[in-house]
């Protein structure tokens, strides 16, 4: 952090390590802490907002009673990546169960598998990206994909970066073995 403003991630689930409560608020004393994205739950957002440490939910799916209960300042999101202006409603414009509820389904499929599997196979669908993956990291399999069609058809491919959503074959995919 001497170096510059900086959001210090705590993603248990991916590095094995959670930064305590009493190291996060003794990184948060310094001048250039930013704030932190949390993913070990509202109750531990909820402490830190309250403490006045600026704090994003990194889980999606408690985004938006991280924001309107616990105090979040937002989410750093992946699914954000699939439908942005209808994540932004859901963080902006004040509680919204409705959409939260629309977008679950979703962020349940984006996150079937570690990420960026299920992402990249979305962006993918939606012609965003090519269609190539690099071991261990493979697409879903087919009877996901069609899940995730269906499910962009029900939220609306209007709400997406792409401009077409289709069910690719997995030999459409590239998989890469090697860097």
């Not at 704030?35 to 909820?46: A, L, Q, S, W």
């Amino acid at each position: 952090m001497d170096y510059g403003p900086a959001i210090v991630y705590n993603v248990p689930a991916r590095t094995s390590q959670d930064i305590s409560p009493d190291i996060m608020r003794q990184l948060a004393e310094h001048e250039n802490f930013a704030g932190v994205k949390e993913c070990e739950g509202n109750d531990r957002i909820k402490a830190y907002t309250d403490d006045g440490i600026v704090c994003w939910t990194g889980n999606d799916d408690e985004a938006h009673a991280a924001r309107y209960e616990a105090g979040a300042a937002g989410v750093i999101s992946v699914t954000s990546n699939v439908v942005p202006g209808l994540m932004n409603e859901l963080m902006s414009d004040g509680p919204n169960p409705e959409l939260r509820d629309r977008l679950f389904p979703l962020m349940k499929w984006l996150f079937a598998q570690p990420n960026p599997i299920g992402l990249n196979t979305m962006l993918a669908m939606l012609g965003c990206i090519e269609p190539v993956f690099r071991l261990p990291y493979v697409p879903y399999d087919s009877d996901m994909r069609a899940e995730g069609v269906a499910l962009i058809q029900t939220i609306g491919l209007e709400h997406t970066p792409g401009k077409v959503i289709r069910n690719i074959a997995d030999e459409q995919f590239e998989i890469l073995k090697e860097w």
